[in-house]
């Protein structure tokens, strides 16, 4: 469904919950990473696309005049209270600390919308890996700005909204999902330089392909503490090279220096100096549209993430074995698992033509070798964050 038509739907369901029609209706898409993993906290290279799958808010004045911002969420779940007269700190319930987080950071910036009714309806699925958190900061950022009409710098918004995540949900992330959150294009994908900052839009012109993703449906526990280990192990190889990140690390110094360090760190250093050569060499196959190469690269990053990286899993190597079983014959150029891995989504990169052929098979193979049902859908690359209604507008 398009942003818009789910804001139209999104507006029916403000209104049956707060019996009035709202005043503003903000969008943030999730985002799918076609190759670039692990890179982001290394000072890297990624290659992410922004989906057709948004976290929406419709938002009013608060009817009561309090200070306090109420966030309802369609699931039902238990909605949340961020009194913002006060300063804003974690609580419950959980899910409520991206929004607070964020919150936190606008009024640290004088962005203050005062109370507020809100409706949040999200269509990234959650703990697939597909951003749902990111996508709901950066929505909860956009709904601030299209009240107050502060508009922040593109990329101060998106470091506020990674702060959050840190601070408030104790997920010390890099910088990619709320960059592409913010700055996704329609038709594009985003080459982000992790260091820099600097980013540039890789037109995917070819109506002969799609981004074709399929959600294992499984998220394994242990995937925050990985997470946290897998930084940590990548500043100890830069401390070892002696580099201030992996970006400034090459192949040749890490095989010089494999004896001074053990196995896994070792491992997963060359994960991320192949990654970020990877990537480099993918935006320029894309530019090209040399689709077979952007294939091999698919697959040649999903082998590094699951053989030195270690943070893929059983579910995922199948979509990818399934991928490559169906061949280009079948029309599938590459596959590999994206974000951060231990469950979540793998991304294909597909000929449109096989789509419809390609789903089936995927979908029949998951089932009868892992018991369970995947969920997969196209994307087009789809735009970042925006206001589909604000002031003055109904
Ligand atoms: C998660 C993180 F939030 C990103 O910053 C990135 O590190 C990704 O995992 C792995 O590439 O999505």
Redesign the pocket.
């Known amino acids: 469904m398009s942003y818009l038509d789910l804001a139209v739907q999104v507006a029916q369901e403000f209104a049956q919950a707060y019996g009035r029609s709202p005043r503003w209706i903000v969008a943030a898409p999730g985002r799918v990473?076609v190759i670039?993993?692990?890179?982001?906290?290394n000072d890297g290279f990624?290659l992410p696309m922004a989906i057709e799958r948004y976290a929406i808010m419709a938002a009013d004045k608060a009817a009561n005049g309090r200070d306090v911002i109420q966030i309802r969420d369609v699931s039902g779940v238990e909605p949340v209270l961020i009194d913002v007269s006060a300063p804003v700190k974690p609580g419950m319930p959980k899910w409520g600390n991206y929004p607070r987080g964020v919150i936190a950071g606008c009024l640290a910036r004088g962005i203050n919308p005062g109370g507020l009714d809100v409706l949040l309806h999200s269509t990234v699925p959650l703990g697939g890996?597909l951003?749902s958190s990111?996508a709901l900061e950066v929505c909860t950022a956009t709904l601030l700005e299209a009240i107050t009409g502060k508009k922040m710098d593109p990329v101060d918004k998106a470091l506020l909204c990674q702060k959050a995540?840190h601070e408030f949900a104790g997920?010390p992330?890099?910088?990619?999902?709320q960059f592409i959150s913010v700055m996704g294009r329609e038709n594009h994908l985003l080459l982000l330089d992790c260091r820099s900052r600097k980013t540039e839009l890789v037109a995917v012109n070819d109506p002969a392909v799609q981004l074709l993703i399929a959600n294992t449906n499984v998220k394994h526990e242990l995937a925050n503490g990985e997470?946290a280990s897998r930084r940590a192990q990548c500043e100890a190889a830069s401390t070892i090279l002696g580099v201030d990140s992996l970006r400034d690390a090459t192949a040749g110094a890490l095989e010089n220096a494999r004896s001074k360090m053990d196995d896994v760190v070792f491992r997963r250093a060359r994960h991320v100096i192949g990654e970020i050569e990877r990537t480099l060499h993918a935006a320029d196959g894309i530019r090209a549209s040399n689709w077979p190469t952007v294939g091999q690269l698919m697959y040649a990053s999903h082998y590094s993430l699951r053989d030195d990286y270690e943070v893929s899993c059983k579910e995922l190597d199948v979509l990818v074995e399934i991928a490559e079983s169906i061949g280009i014959q079948g029309g599938i150029y590459g596959c590999r698992m994206t974000?951060?891995?231990f469950g979540g989504c793998a991304v294909a990169l597909v000929k449109r033509d096989s789509v419809t052929e390609i789903k089936k098979r995927m979908a029949s193979d998951y089932k009868t070798k892992t018991g369970i049902e995947a969920t997969i859908f196209v994307s087009h690359p789809a735009g970042g964050a925006t206001v589909v209604r604000g002031a003055g507008a109904i």
Request: hydrophobic share 25%; with cysteine.
């Open positions: 990473n670039g993993e692990h890179t982001d906290y990624v890996g951003s990111a995540e997920v992330c890099g910088i990619m999902d997470y974000g951060g891995g």
